[in-house]
C-alpha cells in the first residue's frame, strides 16, 4: 500500500495536519476551567465547538468535492487560526460565557477535515483510476483508523502538557499553529487530489448539485457512526468517573490507554487480513460484536475487569469503523466522497458530544456504572437500525445523489 506511486508525498503532511485535532477539545476544556474555574462552563464550551464541527464539516466537504481541496482548506485553516486566537483573547479577557460560546461556533465550524480529505486521496490512488477498485482500499482504511487512533493518544497528552507546563492557553495556541502550518503543507500536494466536480469529475451529469447524503447507504452509515461517537463520548466520562470512585483517580489514563490500544491494535489486524465476507457482513457482525461488549460495562466494579473489558470493547470499534468507511468507496461517487467522509466523522463527533453530556448526567445522579448505559444504549439503537436497513449498503441498491435537486436517482453501475 504504501509503495504506491505518490502516496507518501500526501501521507506525512496528512499525518501531521490532523494531530491539532485531538488536541482542540482537551485545550479548551483546561483554558476555560483556569479562566471560569468551572468545568461545567468549560465542557459547555467545548460541547459547543463539537456541534458546531459535526453540522458544519459535510458542507465543508460537499465544497471541497465540488471546488476541490485545496479552495476550501486554505480560507479554512485562516479562519480557524483566526477563531481560535478569538476565544483565547475572550477566555482570557474575562469575557463572559456566552461570548465565548460565540467564538467557539466559528472555531468548530473551521476545523480542517484533514482525515475525510487523505481518505478521499487514498480512494482516487487506489481506485479510480483503473476503473476497478483495488484491494487494498480496507488496508488503507485500516491504516486511517489505527492514524487517528494514534493521533488521539499523542494530541491530548501534548496539550495537556503545555498547558500545565507553560501557560493554560499554550496547548489551544499550538493547536491553531499546527493547525495553520500543517494544513497549509497538506494543501500544497497535488498528489491524489480527487478531480473536483466543476472541472468536469467523473459524475458531473448525475450529481452536479446534490449531496452524498442523498444516498441512503450513507444516512444508514451516519446511524452507525452516531452509535460509535456514543462509545467515544460515554467512555471517556464513564472511565472518568469510575476512577474517581474508586478513589484513584490516576487510573483513568491507563483505562482508556487501554481501550485506545485495543482499537488501534485491531486496526492492525484488520489492516492485514484478506476478508472472505463482503463489507456490509463485517459491519453487521463487528456492530453486534460491539454492542454485546458494552452490554456488561455498567455491571463492573473492578478496575482489572474493566480494563480488560475496555480493551474488548477497543477491539470491536476498528472493524465496524473501517468498514464503515470502506463502504463509502462502493456506495458513493468519487465526486461525493470527501462530503460522505465528513458525514461520517460528523457523525462520530456529533455521537460523542452527546454521549459526554448524557452520561455525565447520569455518572453526577446515579454513579459512573450509569454512565456506561450510554455506550449500550447507542450501539444497540444504531443495530436495530443497520439491521432493518441493511439492504440500503449494497451498492446495487444505492441510487447517486439527486441530479439538480430532484427526487429521482440515476442508477450506479457497480464493478
Known sequence: ??????????????????QPFAMLTIGIVLLVQHTTGSYGSAGAVAAVTGVSMALCAPQGGRLADRFGQRAVLVPGVLLH?????????????????????????PTGASVPQIGPMVRSRWATVLGDGSGHRSSLLPTAAAFESVTDEFTFVIGPVLATALCAGVHPAAGL?????????????????????????????????????GSALSVPGVKVLVVAFLGIGSVFGGMQVSLTAFAEEMGNPGVNGLLYGIFAAGNMLAGIVCGTLAWKIGPR????????????????????????????LGLLVGLCIAPALITGYTLVDSLVPASARTEAFTWLTGAVALGQAAAVTAAGQLADTFGASAGFVVPLAGTALALVVLLALRSRLSPKASGLVAARGMSHRVPVTVD
Open 1 to 18: 500500500m504504501l509503495r504506491t506511486p505518490g502516496v507518501r508525498s500526501f501521507l506525512l503532511p496528512g499525518f501531521a495536519a490532523r
Open 81 to 105: 487560526t483566526v477563531s481560535v486566537g478569538t476565544l483565547v483573547a475572550l477566555a482570557l479577557g474575562g469575557a463572559p460565557l456566552w461570548a465565548l460560546f460565540a467564538a467557539a461556533v
Open 173 to 209: 495556541l499550538a493547536e491553531a499553529a499546527l493547525t495553520l502550518v500543517g494544513g497549509l503543507l497538506f494543501a500544497a500536494q497535488r498528489s491524489g487530489l480527487p478531480r473536483p466536480r466543476h472541472q468536469g469529475g467523473t459524475d458531473v451529469p448525475a450529481e452536479r448539485r
Open 281 to 308: 457482513q463485517r459491519l453487521l457482525f463487528g456492530y453486534v460484536a460491539l454492542t454485546l461488549a458494552t452490554s456488561v460495562l455498567w455491571a463492573v466494579h473492578s478496575v482489572p475487569l474493566l480494563a480488560g
